[in-house]
């Protein structure tokens, strides 16, 4: 969670007491500009650490912005886990006569060879990593990494995010107090 400190609303307040609705104007501006750098942060973030494309990331992503009758934003990510070929996986074709283990890397440093998996094409088209349940050849289960909710909750990813988030507040709080004593609205 992300604060202003009564200081830095004392400041504001006192820099934009000519302007009307100055502060709440002010405050809801750098918040919600916060708020979505906060999202473009998490997918940079889960980048650094996680094989997975930044796309894929802030899709999950919804942002509640701020309000003049309320300050409060907030960046909710929500999915469900993410099927292992959309991470590093190799081969990531069908090969029926393949002889060595299928290889994947979800994080970045990590991975190896996943011992009985392969890569198959369904009727409908779509490719992805299986392994079988049983011994006889059906049925079969698809493989599947984390969630993207899941990365970024990660110690890592979360305190870069907030501390982006918490950078972006202060020099957007400035910027917004001198644009508002400058004339725009």
């Known amino acids: 969670m992300i604060t202003l400190t ?3 609303l004392e400041k504001a307040r006192a820099a934009l007491i000519e302007v009307p609705n100055g502060l709440p104007k002010a405050v809801m501006r750098a918040v919600n500009r916060s708020a979505q750098s906060a999202r473009t942060e998490a997918g940079r973030a889960a980048r650094q650490e ?9 899709s999950t992503i919804r942002i509640h912005r701020a309000s003049m009758g309320d300050f409060g934003a907030s960046v909710v990510s929500k999915g469900s886990v993410i099927p292992l070929i959309k991470f590093r996986v190799n081969p990531k074709a069908p090969n029926p006569k ?8 979800v994080k970045k440093g990590g991975g190896g060879p996943i011992p009985g998996a392969f890569v198959a094409q369904m009727r409908s088209g779509y490719i ?3 392994s079988r349940v049983g011994k006889p050849r ?3 289960e698809q493989l599947y990494g984390p969630s993207i909710p899941q990365m970024l909750g990660s110690d890592t990813v979360s305190a870069w995010v907030e501390n982006k988030a918490y950078d972006t507040l202060q020099k957007r709080l400035d910027h917004e107090i001198s644009r508002l004593v400058g004339g725009a609205s």
């Open 6 to 8: 009564v200081e830095q």
């Open 50 to 58: 996680y094989h997975i494309k930044q796309a894929d990331v802030t």
């Open 128 to 130: 992805g990593v299986f």
């Open 138 to 140: 059906l049925p079969i």
């Open 98 to 105: 393949r002889k060595r283990p299928i290889t994947a890397r």
